[in-house]
């Protein structure tokens, strides 16, 4: 490895939080609580590298939980025909590839970035790729053997439709839902596996 | 200025989504859907290049409203004896220097950042520097003149007792007026202002 490609390599994993640099001491691997877990790269990193954590699976989905239904709320009232034109597109292609192949994982992972954008807040857009990110790895985790546990196209129409006709309650509603059964299903994929929780979580 | 400096400089443009290089194009300011608006630095260049816009101050508040008073909750459920003993000295140090000198908004911003830590989900910790840099502005905003609206201290002593004795539907309260309070003194400074308020926002 050339010592140009290694700094390089240096700067984006302490870009995103993963190692730093001091003059004389050098390079190490940062606490877990600088780690940006939010980027989309870290995320890719953190998943490819093995079964995650089941405890740190929880804590997505709680993240997802807080943030989703609020802004599927915010979408319900912003939304542009654009944005609804683009949901219903991303919709269709869930259901015609389905969630066990790649085609149909990226047209979940765009449904839940658009309403994100659709909040029109643009502090609230910055999270659509972490969220989305964390869809994606949570779905693929589950659809690992190929089979997905549940149909979860139903509880997306329903959002989607709350957030066609403009009705933000039924958006938040339905949203909290789709968040939690989603995590029913990892939930139950890890007591299976005998996974550990971790202690308060 | 060297071309290593302005190479090294354009990385971490790129790094926080404001610029793209492309072969032989150059680099480009990215579209703002691509900027990291939570990203401590960028915070810091929008609120240090003059008054920012009055909605994306409404847009951070809004995001502030969603994850503070969810986080709070976690936090009454989760704390250690030494984040109580952390938010407590950070509240002493607000009572102790005020909201008008950079010490004392040292202590609002580490108050807020301690309570997504207490949360112990990594990835809503990947949140806390945000948050915390987006109260930090927005209280410094609000405190130009050197005077504050109003005394915020009461509503943060609220905050921290609830999470003390482990109470979330208190801390989850408190923490939604604390936030509540605090957006209508900057809505208040808008208007007095004249300043236009986005569309639909």
């Known amino acids: 490895m050339s010592r140009t490609a290694y700094r390089e390599a240096v700067r984006i994993l ?9 003059p004389k001491a050098g390079t ?3 606490p877990r609580s600088s780690w940006h877990f ?4 870290v995320l890719r990193w953190i998943f490819e590298s093995g079964t995650p954590d089941p405890a740190f699976l929880r804590e997505l989905f709680e993240l ?10 915010l979408a319900a009232e912003r939304r542009t025909p654009q944005h609804v034109e ?18 149909g994982r990226n047209a979940d992972r765009l449904f839940h ?3 994100l954008m659709a909040t ?14 964390a869809v994606r790895w949570t779905t693929m985790f589950k659809a690992k053997d190929g089979q997905m546990p549940r149909d979860p196209l139903p509880e997306h129409v329903a959002v989607f439709l709350a957030i066609e006709k403009g009705d933000p309650v039924e958006a938040r509603r339905t949203m909290a839902e789709l968040v939690g059964l989603a995590l029913n299903d990892i939930a139950a ?10 202690a308060g979580v």
């Open 28 to 30: 190490r691997v940062s």
């Open 14 to 22: 302490a870009a995103k939080g993963l190692v730093h640099s001091r």
């Open 120 to 133: 029109g807040n643009e502090a609230l857009g910055t999270l659509a790729s972490g969220i989305a990110s």
């Open 38 to 41: 939010l980027d989309p790269d």
């Open 189 to 198: 994929l890890g007591d299976e596996a005998g996974l550990p929780r971790r």
């Open 113 to 115: 970035e658009l309403i």
């Open 86 to 103: 683009d949901l219903r597109r991303a919709l269709d292609n869930m259901d015609k590839y389905g969630l066990a192949v790649e085609d």
């Open 64 to 73: 997802r939980q807080i943030v989703e239904p609020a802004a599927a709320a």
